[in-house]
């Protein structure tokens, strides 16, 4: 079963801020983000590990809840070059030994 | 340099044709993979292979058969189209072992249509 990510989509302007959840209903031992371009392929954003770790990419970071079993990836102040669709991978036992990705947010920033 | 590649870009072709699409990466990873993201951008696994061996084989229609002739590279042929067969398909690698644990980078994705 495929995590489940919130909101579908979400409409900002520049500058604003917005975050972007990821939960799943099996334990997991890891989370990956991913932003994907129209037309172009998913490029990798970021990896969390169980244990809670916090991570930043210039204005971008993401948390990992793993009692919850939720990620939530924020970015602030965002940019033109933040729009596209985020997508949550997630991995664990239960997963087996592949990355599930849930359906994806797509995020639009406008000027 | 790219670092995954996949030929071709755009597949254009027929119902009940037999095709091949070809991913290399000059990443030096052990662990290749196929994804299909379909028309909802839903992006699922077919298959993983780990130098040269099969390693992951979700419950894929046995006309899609991957091949790896070594681990720098992994083509995926498919016989007999369809028409639920038209998708992008996304080739993958990473770093062994596990695929949850390091990132994986994608090709530029083979957009096919079946008519």
């Known amino acids: 079963q495929q995590p489940v990510q919130s909101p579908q989509a979400v409409i900002l302007r520049e500058g604003e801020d917005a975050v972007i959840n990821c939960s799943s209903s099996?334990?997991?031992?890891?989370v990956h983000w991913y932003r994907q371009k129209h037309g172009e392929a998913p490029v990798f954003l970021m990896i969390?590990?169980?244990?809670?770790e916090q991570k930043g990419h210039d204005k971008i970071s993401a948390s990992f809840n793993e009692k919850k079993q939720q990620s939530s990836l924020y970015l602030t102040a965002s940019q033109l070059s933040y729009s596209g669709t985020y997508f949550c991978g997630t991995a664990g036992m239960e997963y087996g030994n592949k990355l599930v990705f849930g359906a994806g947010t797509i995020l639009r920033v406008k000027s | 340099d790219t670092a995954v590649s996949q030929t071709p870009k755009y597949l254009v072709t027929q119902m009940g044709n037999d095709k091949s699409i070809k991913c290399e990466q000059n990443?030096?990873?052990?662990?290749m993979y196929w994804y299909k993201q379909d028309s909802k951008k839903f992006l699922k696994i077919m298959f993983s292979y780990n130098n040269k061996e099969l390693i992951i084989n979700e419950t894929v229609p046995n006309r899609f058969s991957p091949k790896s002739p070594d681990k720098a590279h992994l083509n995926l042929h498919i016989n007999s189209l369809e028409l639920g067969d038209s998708a992008v398909y996304f080739c993958?690698?990473?770093?062994?072992?596990?695929?949850?644990?390091?990132?994986?980078?994608f090709g530029p994705g083979t957009r096919l249509t079946v008519t």
């Open positions: 993958a690698s990473s770093q062994a072992p596990g695929a949850g644990v390091v990132e994986q980078y």
């Open positions: 969390l590990l169980k244990g809670g």
């Open positions: 990443l030096g990873h052990d662990t």
């Open positions: 099996k334990a997991l031992y890891s």
